[in-house]
């Protein structure tokens, strides 16, 4: 129903005017071969040139190719000299990306192109002149990985200025609003509408633009010379002066939109020859594989994807709607090669994807409301490299305290004090682990954010320690939207310093949200996040605690009164930054600023812990994220891994779902296995709507209390190898981590298995780190349960109702019998898995605790695993105080290395090896063990060929030691 | 040893045997001393580890000494948290021993709560005993009352039917009236022969209740009652029986070809009327066969029309001794000597009413015709308004005797719920039907009235009745009221309420809350739920220190 309140292409401008745009037959862009050269842009070394189109009223494009590391190139697009100057978004990318100098690199013109290209990279950019493309050629065979403008869709639309009314035509009466029939969406090609070719030519008119004023811009609350100010004079035409379609204002439902800057849009399709498979583009619930949305010929299949922030109200599933956040990242693979790109661009984006005829790969076709064009591509050759290089762009995810990784029991509200105590009593009384306990928005002052409803929870810090007796935390919600309310601090913090974002006419901005009336932090400002993270302090916020962490919601931003949900475009960051250019990444800011508030506000040595529900390139360096609100469904628990896996390989590493769905009340058996999916999903929550039934784990008896305990203390037993692969994300790039524990904790599993064709689709499973398959079950009733295990490797089934740790003698679509007490996990042959299987009441007790070492063998009797350990909550690790410990079992030996770290002592680096459990050991009997000279215990489980070494007792994170079975 | 049961302590100490827990399947293993407590699990079922944390789900003992031994699931042992009020849940020295002076604490606690408890036992005693008298004293009045209301049913019946035959004779008087002001003029006119018998049609039709009594005979009184009622108020034209008129319809060609020339010039006003008659007389035909089946109802209508004549004084009680007034009552007494139950009742024989009718039918012909020879005397008009008066206040007796049949009913109805529900074994929350509690909960106020309803009230007025009493749920001591059917949430479900008893000295809303929307839960305090057996097992906990107990 939601759905159909939300806008489509054909209701806006900029998507009717790009989608079925297209600049062949002859009209195309050509370089001026004589522009190319090296040269500054931006202040930033480059290769430049200019584009031309003979086609009218295209402006003259200015080509910048920059190299920025890790064999990453940049390609950038704009008009020569717009009139006014356009955004080009700042702080996705992660400090220090700057563009390389390319003195070292090679530059050769010839006849028909040009070739950019150094001896490092695996790739080179290759500029062909006419028609104009860029190309990523490897080097090693000469394949074509990505040709921008393939298909000549190529399209900067000018900024000009407003035409005066025209005198002749008598003014129609009806500025007919912009049609909005799903029809019409679904876009044949005869929608499709070119610019109008009248209006301004960019750069003869307008001699003040240029470079400078690209900068001040970009530094709009630095400067005030802009655009839209200068707009402004010329604003008395008629709504289309030019009539040019949808490009002066925009109306949608009961809000107009100004455009005072008019139509600004670019776009630009990009081919991969290569590729079967399109993925990434979060966050949205279609297939993880991305279906085509235009077909062979050219012809809408559907609406294209969208990349537009929004507070979608009961989401539906298999939309190709944007939700909550939006990352413009592709990964275009098939079973050989993989390339990434970035779109760069924060104001609203939709691409188009389709198959190219002769069955030459996919085409995207990318465009945006403003800004520049703006790529990355990220050569690969793998799918790991791919994400590395994106890391390496956009920042390595937070390094989570350990807690993070526990269970969080959340709920819209946990009422009071009482109640808050009574659930972490009973978390005890049963025996299940649990980290934290979350408060939602009631717990506030009538929803003014770092405040306290005393009512309730008459004394917040002692209710903190309380649960922080027993090594928990506490998280409560902290919203971008400020009640205005003139005895509320925070509105009148925000009204002095002049920190809201504002109306067109200068005044603060309003908009409907939860406390009612609200005005929005303009977080786009470094002064404005810096003003906000220096709230987090008791002073400010009464019973800031060191126990207590944050939650930042609605920051897509959701205002319920506003277009679909959110602000409108017009709106203006400082004095004319348009809210337009920076939609998609204010959420982005408001948890880099929360993260910053809770950096400074436990005094600088305490991992942050923020939870967003928006997000943008390069969040995942300030927390979690998790998927919104769900639904209690089937289809929604199946839905969660769909939506899970292309935020897993843009980088959003830390998410999750909300386990038994945010919306309704999921029946028990439903709720059973969603604990199970999620106990083995990166963030793992518990939340429901404040209209739900209560639903703590043990309110269903059992059998359904017992397992649903049971998948959480499963998920605690694995702590030490999720933590592992959290840091291998986190601190992996110093090159310490073996590749296998570089890439995101939750692998779709071609991502490890590339040339397993099967795999390429399986949005059902997938694999923690490189050695546990997961395969939850997401069917009701269901008795039997396919799992996909590619062949030529062995796999342990670790539930098996007849013994832990069984091999699987089957490859392929295996069913394996799945009564509810039954999850479906399997190690893969050649890993070892770091536990920990002592049952704790938190994370906080487990740092000393002994591990056991699960090797799982695979043919060659060998295996290789990797545990990283340190205090679990600092930065210490920065000073040295950390370990990265490698296993390796070959030849009936177990070797530990220290490859990095294990300089200086921490709490927990004393830690024991406790157990040795070798799956697939196989029936040589019993024997026995030696650590270091000592005989120890063996026991053999004959049914499952299990070798069990117990009581080894040797150090976990120091010393080199070898434990030898006979 | 540590973390053991205080009890088998010295036979752990001699090692045990186990299912080992790293090898499934395999057969039980001995673990010596040496294995117990050395912090590495061996025994799947966590036995050889009870004083450390290695095996998952197993127990931890606190000795607690001078206290009493309480058990610890193992995760809790050695985690930085001091469990154990003898700190043994810890290393040495992380805790220190709280254990006598927490049993200091929670013994005077659990002194005071006994004595709460007695002192609520002694209350529920008392309330008890009351509830037992009230008891008896509702089942005394349920007796009564249901005498009284066979008694009432009784004189409603009679009343109707006293009111009935008023009306009738008010009819019949008006018929003769009619009657004789019609011939006056001209008291030969066949016209006012016609309207005599169309008079006495109409009266035979009067005595519907006595037909109808034998044409339904499978309806109640009450069924006939509203027959009668129905005709009376809606007038003849309209039958409310659709069977009768259905009858009546069919036996309308007969009586047409019997007497075509006598209906001939009924004015159409009259033609149901006839129809009716006609259709009553057919069945009186037919009564005639089946007379035998009858003869109990016969024999009920008798009896009741003997009281009747009892209470037919009533009515003229208050009426005044002029001459009027004695001319009315001889017209009464003329009524009474010519109402058919009563020659009924003197003929005294079963299965008569055919003849009865059709006595009463020459009678009024007689009648009729003796009134046309006879001018209209002034006393009989006075005595017709007498009648009236009679009439009304026959119906001002009915009503108030329907209407105290409806209070005895629901003042029944009433008692025996109350009678009906479960009081518990001695009956004390008896003590409960009828009370209500009020208490503050933030800024509402909730109202229970135990076995009735919940009601929720913000600034003193009723915002929304959370459920009504719909019995118990569960069993024993854990056993909830359940209050359900309350105001509808908006956009939401149906309020609904369980409410949770505890011992108090008394009565007391402890707590209210919304697990879930709209659905509450309530904890009440009475005395009727205390239960010296607690007391004791509280004060129990005390006594031998040294005696694990099963609970944690």
Not at chain 1, 141 to 162: F, G, I, T, W
Not at chain 1, 436 to 441: K, M
Not at chain 1, 878 to 901: I, M, P, Q
Request: charged share 30%.
């Amino acid at each position: 129903a939601e759905w159909s309140k939300l806008k489509v292409c054909s209701d806006l401008g900029f998507c009717r005017r790009q989608r079925h745009f297209s600049l062949a037959s002859g009209l195309a862009y050509c370089v001026v071969v004589d522009t190319i050269g090296r040269a500054q842009w931006r202040g930033m070394p480059a290769i430049v040139a200019t584009v031309v189109s003979t086609a009218p009223g295209h402006p003259d494009l200015t080509l910048a190719v920059m190299d920025v590391g890790m064999h990453t190139f940049r390609v950038a697009l704009h008009e020569v000299e717009p009139l006014l100057p356009r955004y080009v978004v700042r702080d996705a990318l992660a400090d220090g990306v700057q563009p390389r100098s390319l003195d070292d690199a090679t530059l050769v013109i010839h006849a028909d192109y040009a070739n950019i290209f150094r001896s490092d990279a695996p790739a080179r950019v290759r500029i062909m002149f006419d028609p104009f493309r860029v190309e990523l050629v490897r080097e090693d065979d000469a394949q074509v990985l990505a040709v921008l403008n393939a298909d000549d869709r190529l399209q900067v639309e000018p900024l000009r200025e407003k035409p005066p009314p025209s005198p002749s035509p008598s003014p129609s009466p009806s500025p007919s609003p912009e049609p909005s029939s799903k029809e019409k969406a679904e876009g044949s090609p005869s929608d499709a509408k070119a610019p109008s070719v009248a209006g301004a030519t960019p750069g003869e008119e307008n001699e003040d633009a240029g470079d400078d004023d690209y900068d001040a811009y970009e530094d709009e609350h630095d400067d005030e010379v802009t655009g839209v100010a200068r707009k402004k004079e010329g604003e008395s035409g008629d709504e289309r002066g030019d009539g040019c379609d949808g490009c002066w204002e925009e109306r949608f439902q009961s809000h107009t939109d100004s455009k005072l800057r008019g139509p600004e849009s670019v776009g630009a399709d990009m081919a991969f020859p290569f590729a079967e498979h399109i993925y990434g583009i979060p966050e949205r619930t279609k297939r993880f594989s991305l279906e085509d949305t235009v077909d062979a010929e050219g012809n809408a299949t559907s609406e294209p994807f969208r990349m537009y922030n929004l507070d979608v109200f009961e989401f539906e599933l298999d939309k190709p709607l944007g939700l909550y956040g939006a990352i413009p990242f592709i990964t275009a693979r098939n079973k050989a090669d993989t390339v990434g790109m970035v779109w760069l661009n924060s104001a609203e984006t939709f691409v188009d994807i389709r198959a190219k005829k002769d069955s030459a790969g996919k085409s995207t076709h990318w465009f945006s409301e403003s800004g520049i064009i703006d790529v990355y591509f990220l050569p690969g050759p793998s799918a790991k490299d791919v994400f590395q290089q994106y890391l390496r762009l956009t920042g390595s995810p937070a390094m989570p305290q350990r807690f993070a990784l526990g269970y969080h029991q959340c709920r819209w509200n946990y009422r009071d004090e009482a109640d808050s105590k009574a659930v972490d009593a009973e978390f005890d009384k049963r025996d299940i682990p649990y980290d934290v306990l979350w408060l939602d928005i009631e717990h506030t002052n009538g929803k003014r954010y770092f405040t306290w409803d005393y009512s309730r929870f008459p004394d917040p810090t002692a209710l903190q320690n309380h649960i922080a007796a027993r090594g928990r935390k506490m998280v409560t919600i902290i919203d971008p939207h400020v009640k205005r309310d003139k005895n509320y601090a925070l509105h009148q913090f925000a009204t002095e310093q002049k920190y809201y974002i504002n109306k067109p006419d200068g005044t603060p901005f309003d908009g409907w949200c939860w406390p009612g009336s609200s005005s929005y932090f303009d977080f786009t400002s470094p002064t404005v996040r810096q003003a906000w993270a220096s709230r987090f302090n008791p002073k400010d916020y009464p019973h800031f605690t060191e126990h207590l962490y944050t939650w930042n919601d609605m920051n897509e931003p959701s205002v319920f009164n506003g277009p679909e949900g959110t602000m409108q475009k017009d709106l203006l960051h400082g004095d004319n930054l348009e809210h337009r250019h920076v939609h998609n990444i204010y959420g982005h800011y408001f948890m880099q600023a929360t993260f910053e508030g809770l950096l400074q506000g436990h005094g600088g040595n305490d991992r942050p812990f923020v939870l967003s529900r928006s997000f943008f390139a390069g969040s995942q360096r300030y927390g979690a994220i998790w998927t919104g609100d769900n639904t209690a469904s089937w289809e929604h628990l199946a839905n969660s891994v769909q939506m899970l896996l292309p935020l897993q390989i843009t980088g959003m590493v830390f998410s999750g779902a909300d386990v038994g769905g945010f919306f309704g009340n999921p029946a028990p058996e439903l709720l059973t296995r969603w604990y199970q999916a999620g106990a083995f999903q990166p963030f793992f929550r518990g939340h429901a709507h404040l209209d739900t039934n209560r639903r703590e784990p043990w309110l269903f008896g059992e059998p359904f209390t017992g397992l649903i305990s049971q998948a959480i203390r499963r998920r605690y037993e694995y702590i030490p190898l999720w933590y592992t692969l959290f840091a291998g994300n986190a601190l992996g790039q110093s090159g310490e981590f073996g590749e296998s524990w570089r890439g995101p904790p939750m692998r779709p599993m071609w991502w490890e298995f590339p040339e397993d064709e099967e795999a390429d689709t399986n949005e059902r499973q997938w694999m923690v780190g490189n050695a546990l398959l997961v395969a939850p079950v997401v069917k009701e009733g269901a008795s039997k349960h396919t799992v996909y295990l590619p062949d030529n490797e062995l796999w342990y089934d670790l539930y098996d109702p007849s013994g832990f740790g069984k091999a699987v003698v089957k490859a392929g679509n295996v069913e394996i019998e799945c009564e509810l007490d039954r999850m479906v996990v399997l190690q893969r042959g050649g890993t070892i898995v770091p536990k920990q299987e002592r049952r704790r009441r938190s994370t906080a007790a487990m740092g000393r605790d002994p591990y056991t070492l699960v090797v799982a063998l695979n043919a060659r009797r060998e295996a290789e695993g990797e545990l990283y350990m340190d205090d679990g909550k600092s930065y210490d690790h920065k000073s040295g105080a950390y370990v990265v410990r490698r296993f390796r079992f070959a030849d009936n030996t177990l070797s530990v290395e220290t490859v990095g770290g294990g300089k200086k002592p921490f709490h927990g680096s004393d830690a024991l090896v406790e157990r040795v459990v070798i799956l697939g050991y196989g029936g040589r009997g019993a024997g026995s063990a030696t650590v270091e000279g000592r005989t120890v215990d063996v026991a053999y489980a004959a049914s499952t060929g299990v070798l069990t070494v117990q009581r080894i007792q040797v150090k976990a994170g120091d010393g080199d030691w070898a434990l030898k079975v006979e | 040893l540590r973390g053991a049961h205080p009890l088998n302590t010295t036979a752990l100490e001699s090692g045990i045997v186990c299912a080992p827990r790293d090898a499934p399947g395999h057969a039980p293993v001995s673990i010596p001393p040496a294995k117990l407590n050395d912090d590495y699990c061996d025994c799947a079922d966590g036995s050889d580890e009870p004083g450390t944390a290695a095996c998952p789900g197993a127990v931890f003992w606190c000795r607690n000494k001078a206290f009493r031994p309480v058990k610890l699931p193992s995760s809790w042992v050695d985690d930085g948290s001091c469990d154990c009020c003898d700190g043994s849940d810890e290393p040495a020295g992380t805790c220190t021993d709280t254990c006598s002076e927490e049993r200091k604490k929670q013994l005077a606690m659990a002194k005071k709560q006994a004595d709460a408890i007695i002192a609520g036992v002694a209350t529920r005693q008392k309330y008890a005993k009351e509830a037992a008298s009230d008891a008896k004293k509702d089942e005394r009045e349920i007796k009564n009352l249901e005498q009284e209301l066979e008694r009432v049913e009784i004189d409603l019946k009679r009343s109707g039917r006293r009111a009935d035959s008023l009306r009738k004779r008010r009819d019949y008087e008006d018929d003769l009236r009619r009657a004789a002001e019609t011939n006056s003029p001209s008291p030969t006119s066949n016209p006012a022969t016609d309207t005599g018998i169309s008079s006495d049609e109409d009266s035979d039709d009067g005595d519907d209740a006595f037909i109808g009594n034998h044409d339904d005979h499978g309806n109640d009184g009450e069924r006939n009652l509203e027959l009668q009622t129905g005709d009376k108020e809606g007038g003849h034209d309209d039958h409310p029986d659709e069977k009768v008129k259905v009858k009546a319809d069919a036996a309308q060609s007969e009586i047409e070809n019997e007497s075509k020339s006598d209906h001939k010039s009924h004015d159409d006003i009259h033609d149901d009327t006839d129809e009716d008659s006609a259709a009553e007389d057919d069945d009186v035909a037919n009564d005639e066969d089946e007379d035998e089946d009858y003869s109990d109802d016969d024999d009920e209508s008798f009896a009741d029309d003997e009281d009747d004549d009892d209470k037919c004084p009533d009515c003229e009680e208050d009426g005044e001794e002029d001459e009027e007034k004695a001319n009315a009552e001889e017209w009464n007494s003329d009524a009474d000597d010519i109402d058919v139950d009563m020659v009924c009742a003197e003929l005294g024989a079963d299965g008569l009413n055919s003849i009865l009718r059709k006595l009463n039918y020459y009678k009024i012909i007689v009648l009729s015709k003796l009134q046309r020879l006879l001018p209209i005397s002034p006393p009989a008009l006075i005595a017709r308004e007498r009648i009236s008066d009679c009439v009304e206040k026959a119906d001002t007796a009915r009503y108030k005797l329907e209407d105290k049949k409806r209070h005895i009913q629901e003042r029944l109805k009433k008692l025996k719920g109350k009678t009906s529900l479960d009081y518990g074994s001695d009956g004390a929350l008896r003590k409960l039907h009828g009370k209500c509690i009020k208490k503050a909960v933030t800024q509402y106020e909730f109202e229970i009235c135990p076995f009735d309803l919940v009601r929720q009230y913000e600034h003193g007025s009723v915002i929304a009745v959370l459920g009504r009493f719909k019995g118990w749920k569960g069993d024993g001591r854990n056993r909830l009221m359940n209050f359900a059917q309350g105001d509808r949430c908006w956009n939401g479900p149906a309020r609904s309420i369980k409410v949770e008893l505890s011992c108090g000295d008394t009565e007391e809303i402890v707590s209210v809350e919304e697990p879930n929307r709209c659905a509450y839960f309530m904890k009440f305090k009475t005395p009727a739920f205390c239960e010296k057996a607690a007391a004791d097992a509280i004060l129990a906990d005390f006594e031998e220190t040294e005696r694990p107990k099963e609970e944690l």
